[in-house]
């Protein structure tokens, strides 16, 4: 390593960031006034995360997807809509038979077993007798991050899908989102909530859920802040939807209206 220059350039000659207020963290990709980044501490998590979100996926402000991967060191984020296997969406070698898709399809979350939160169903959609043995040794966790529709999209173009285990959600308790986005009910999560739910319970260590969500309670406490001051302009009515798009379906099943976005 070369021997660095002494700084002795006086603090007042350095511009300060033109319109900080406006520029998006390259990390998360929201404007400064939501980014948490320097909150964050990565944990080490031994289940992996792959998160793929769909391309039309734009709720910038509200989205919980790269918060999500930053906490944690075992993780993937990719835009896009199919991959040829697991590994060309990893980056690495990977046997789907070892991981598990977040994915509800055409299961009822009336019909899961009451008392789990997280269920491993077969290919019929029927909650698998020994649960306990069927998340045992699984590897990783693939999240599909987008709106019901757009999870499905996701599902059926990429067909390495069919060789993992599928494992939905039945939360006990409701989304941080509250009021922000309408979910009429509470199986549906953040995408960050989700994976907190997901390897809390794989790895059996709390803490994973709690430091994740402290953190998306903080970029929504942000949200709120930056919407009330009037930081966010034109686009937090946006996320907001007028209509309360609901968003996720870890564990149930939903529509979200079209909503236009700029
Ligand atoms: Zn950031």
């Known amino acids: 390593m070369p021997p660095q220059e002494p700084i002795d350039a006086d603090p007042l000659d350095i511009a300060p ?17 939501l980014c948490i980044c320097d909150a964050v501490t990565p944990i080490d998590n031994k289940v992996g995360l792959l998160v793929l979100q ?9 989205g919980s997807a790269r918060l999500a991967t930053l906490h944690l060191t075992n993780s993937v984020f990719k835009i896009g809509l199919s991959w040829p296997s697991l590994a060309k969406a990893l980056g690495r070698p990977a046997d789907p038979a070892e991981w598990a898709i977040l994915h509800l399809g055409s299961a009822r979350s009336s019909d ?3 008392d789990r939160e997280l269920v491993v169903l077969d290919k019929k959609g029927v909650a698998i007798p020994d649960q306990d043995h069927a998340l045992k040794g699984v590897k990783g966790i ?4 987008g709106t019901w529709a757009q999870a499905k999209t996701l599902w059926w173009r990429n067909a390495w899908v069919l060789k993992a285990k599928r494992l939905v959600l039945n939360p006990r308790r409701a989304s941080l989102y509250g009021g922000l986005r309408r979910e009429p009910r509470r199986e549906g999560l953040s995408t960050i909530e989700a994976a907190a739910l997901t390897l809390s319970r794989m790895e059996q260590r709390p803490e994973i859920e709690t430091a994740l969500h402290a953190s998306f309670a903080l970029m929504l406490a942000r949200y709120r ?27 149930g099943r939903r529509r979200r209206s079209a909503v236009s976005k700029p």
């Open 142 to 145: 693939v999240i599909f991050d």
């Open 54 to 62: 769909h391309p039309q996926e734009q709720d910038r402000l509200l």
């Open 17 to 33: 960031p033109v319109a900080a207020d406006t520029a998006d963290c390259p990390r998360c990709s929201k404007p400064a006034a």
């Open 112 to 114: 899961l077993p009451k």
């Open 225 to 251: 802040s930056a919407q009330s001051h009037g930081a966010l302009g034109d686009r937090a009515a946006v996320s907001k939807g007028s209509g309360g798009p609901p968003k996720k379906r870890w564990g």
